[in-house]
């Protein structure tokens, strides 16, 4: 039986991170510490992935494991990249025909072979604005074509224990690099791992013990060791100690929150859980209208004001585009038999 709540957590997050996060960020509408205490949406994605992979039927191995993340992660950003591509070789035409490059940012006749392997390796796509959302894919996709192996370990392994381990692992890479990557790799499978073996799992006095020293931890570095809580962005790139604790506390409260209630599903909740990469992707082209529209009309008002529209205008071109561009990923890979 379908988990509907977990399809209805996934959907209130994948709003939250371009409504909230990405408003508040990408669009300058946010001051400290209210930016710090709402940077939480990675670490949520990844134990909602990890609880995914636990009420989950099927158990693929490796191999098909790593076909299904090329299915539904890997081609559906390079659509997304092909379509991004496409106008700004539009763009390239019209402002060399018009003698603008001077003053247009997008040049496609500029691309050397970084930007094209940047663009390739999921990692980029050079010249095009607010396209900061995409360093998620490299992390995510080695933790999901990877787990398997982990589901293995941890059935033979004491739950605490391995998640010890994990912390253990991250706190001696964090000791040892800076390598963002792998940083962020240790530092994510923490909380899919914590999804994959407690999701629904624990009783509230549990839930809350974690989340006390987790807090306790946070305290500990502030007040104790004298480390600055903010900005959080600074403990996130990369990802360190605090960030990782602080986000724990965070996931341990959700958690108490939500379980006094159930939420009711609908189509709009279904649209975004559905489409959510989709959406998650597409963000770009959203923020690159909204910014032209707000620099027009409203940006001269007061930032709740300002912020109210821009979460708004996000949400409602974010799920009206989707009708688009969702269908034409769907198109093409059932042209292309995925």
């Known amino acids: 039986m379908r988990d509907t709540q977990l399809d209805i957590y996934r959907a209130l997050l994948m709003m939250y991170i371009p409504c909230v996060i990405h408003v508040m ?10 930016l710090s205490l709402l940077l939480v949406e990675m670490p949520l994605v990844f134990f909602l992935s ?18 299904n993340r090329v299915k539904r992660v890997v081609l559906p950003y390079y659509i997304y990249a092909a379509v991004l591509l496409a106008i700004g070789l539009v763009v390239t035409l019209l402002c060399a025909k018009a003698g603008r490059f001077t003053s247009w940012p997008i040049d496609i006749t500029r691309y050397g072979w970084k930007d094209v392997a940047a663009v390739l390796l999921c990692h980029n796509i050079p010249q095009f ?4 959302h995409l360093w998620f894919i490299p992390p995510y996709l080695i933790l999901s074509c990877t787990f398997p192996l982990q589901t293995k370990l941890m059935q033979k392994t004491n739950a605490w224990l391995y998640l010890a381990i994990c912390l253990a692992l991250f706190l001696i890479a964090q000791a040892l690099t800076s390598n963002s990557l792998l940083r962020q790799v240790l530092c994510y499978n923490i909380f899919m791992v914590s999804g994959y073996l407690f999701y ?4 509230n006095t549990t839930i809350a013990l974690a989340g006390a020293v987790a807090l306790a931890l946070v305290l500990v ?15 996130k790139f990369p990802p360190d100690w605090m960030f990782v604790m602080y986000n724990l506390f965070v996931l341990c409260l959700i958690a108490l929150v939500v379980s006094h209630f159930t939420i009711s599903n609908n189509r709009f909740f279904r649209i975004w ?23 027009k009309t409203y940006c001269d008002l007061s930032v709740p004001v300002r912020t109210l529209l821009d979460a708004g205008m996000v949400l409602i071109l974010s799920t009206g585009l989707s009708y688009l561009t969702y269908p034409i990923e769907r198109f093409v890979m059932k042209k292309l038999r995925f």
């Open 129 to 132: 604005p607010f396209i900061w």
């Open 25 to 34: 960020y990408w669009l300058g509408n946010g001051s400290e510490p209210y």
């Open 273 to 295: 859980s559905e489409r959510g990469y989709n959406i998650y992707l597409y963000q770009s082209v959203v923020f690159a209208i909204v910014h032209v529209l707000r620099q």
């Open 221 to 235: 570095g502030v007040w104790g060791l004298g480390l600055d809580f903010c900005p959080m962005q600074g403990h």
């Open 200 to 203: 629904r799992k624990l009783n």
């Open 50 to 67: 990890g609880a995914a992979f636990s009420v989950s039927r099927s158990r693929r191995g490796l191999w098909p494991t790593f076909l």
